[in-house]
């Protein structure tokens, strides 16, 4: 028996065409977010599971006393033969949540007040540069002066030349206390800008500490619509690693090539170059309520 031949006109087959489309769309649809809501279901009765305390995955859930748990809970073994704590009848387990960063406000420090606290480290590393020359010279006679009284004072008064000799010994001397100073700076500002005190954060040099400075760690800076106003994250004590790096390469800096606090200038918010390697900024002290 013959089958008939079905005609289509063109409107037709493309009608017959894009139900097919929507068909196999559908189909793809469904193939494709099946396991995604399966995996949504598991998820949420595992949430579920865990706020009623009846079970508990391995190493994700911590006690709620483990006093409690230690006295009255038993241990019971997994399958790869660790130990896990189930909680007491009553207790609710509950999962631990990371801490979230706090935006601070700050004000960004005039200039005048920068340079004041420069100018006040700079008088007091200047008596310890003296006292470590006084030290060096009398008690460890690192330099002999008595050796070039004669040749310096015959240079001084263009009696004589100064012999290359002569001159590079001195030089060498005068170098290694120069050395042994920053190595005593870099010390210094280290500890005093490490972290702050009484429980605050920030820690500050005396020049900055008196003039109510303090250098904060800064992963971001968000900028206000006020003058001079910005929030950083995390806004926390520098710690031991990053306060060594920031007097290390201010006081390289300094040596070697420039003054590096004249990048303060370049800076829209005011921070040196040392200060942008290391992770800081030199804010004023901010008041009690910060947060944001």
Do not use: K, N, P, Q
């Given at each position: 028996m013959a089958s008939e031949e079905t005609i289509m006109t063109a409107a037709e087959y493309s009608d017959s065409v894009y139900q097919w489309l929507q068909q196999a769309y559908q189909w793809q649809t469904l193939a494709v977010g099946f396991p995604t809501y399966m995996a949504y279901q598991s998820a949420l009765q595992r949430t579920v599971t865990n706020a009623t305390g009846i079970q508990q995955p391995t190493n994700t859930l911590v006690n709620v006393s483990q006093t409690n748990n230690t006295n009255n809970g038993s241990a019971v073994p997994n399958a790869r033969g660790d130990q896990e704590q189930r909680p007491l009848q009553g207790q609710r387990a509950v999962t631990p949540t990371p801490a979230t960063q706090v935006w601070r406000e700050f004000k960004i420090p005039p200039l005048w007040k920068r340079a004041s606290a420069e100018i006040v480290d700079f008088s007091i590393l200047f008596l310890v540069k003296v006292v470590v020359t006084f030290i060096a010279v009398d008690y460890f006679e690192l330099l002999d002066l008595d050796r070039y009284d004669k040749a310096l004072l015959l240079a001084a008064t263009g009696n004589g030349d100064l012999d290359f000799a002569t001159a590079m010994e001195?030089?060498?001397?005068?170098?290694?206390?120069?050395?042994?100073h920053k190595f005593i700076v870099c010390i210094f500002e280290a500890l005093c800008t490490?972290?702050?005190?009484?429980g605050h954060p920030g820690g500050a040099t005396p020049g900055k500490f008196l003039l109510g400075l303090r250098i904060y760690t800064c992963d971001q800076i968000a900028s206000l619509p006020e003058p001079n106003r910005i929030q950083i994250i995390p806004a926390a004590d520098l710690g031991v690693?990053?306060?060594?790096?920031?007097?290390?390469?201010k006081n390289v800096a300094s040596t070697f090539f420039f003054p590096a606090w004249l990048t303060i200038f370049l800076s829209p918010h005011r921070r040196a170059i040392y200060d942008v390697m290391s992770r800081t900024i030199v804010l004023e002290v901010p008041s009690r309520n910060n947060r944001r």
């Open positions: 001195v030089t060498s001397d005068i170098l290694l206390l120069e050395i042994i490490h972290r702050g005190i009484r690693f990053w306060a060594s790096l920031r007097s290390l390469l």
